[in-house]
């Protein structure tokens, strides 16, 4: 199992960015595979992007995709989501978890999970 802890999130205008942290403890986060998810009011929680166990390999929602980039850093058990141009529509809560399952972009094939950090845009 994998504890998880988000932290970057805040209020940005539109066009502005942040940049996401996850820091994980345990000795399992190097053969883990990492994802970033979101969650806005009243609606279903969805992928945004993930990446695998040597960040060699990554996935994107099509909604963020030249806007977000994944990345993790092994040596600091932490991913990071860097989130430019960002939308009023890029409002939610946003979490990491990790996964041993490969290719995995459901919420459900995710066991471990941080507590969310909430991003908000203003327009």
């Known amino acids: 199992q994998v504890q998880l802890v988000e932290s970057g999130g805040g209020l940005v205008q539109a066009g502005g960015s942040l940049r996401l942290s996850c820091v994980a403890s345990?000795?399992?986060?190097?053969?883990?595979?990492m994802g970033w998810f979101r969650q806005a009011p009243g609606k279903e929680r969805e992928f945004v992007a993930a990446i695998n166990l040597s960040g060699g390999s990554t996935y994107y929602a099509d909604s963020v995709k030249g806007r977000f980039t994944i990345s993790r850093d092994n040596a600091k058990n932490t991913v990071y989501l860097q989130m430019n141009s960002l939308k009023s529509e890029d409002t939610a809560v946003y979490y990491c978890a990790a996964t041993r399952t490969w290719l995995a972009f459901k919420p459900f094939e995710y066991p471990d999970w941080g507590q969310g950090t909430q991003v908000t845009v203003s327009s």
């Open positions: 345990g000795s399992t986060f190097s053969s883990s595979r």
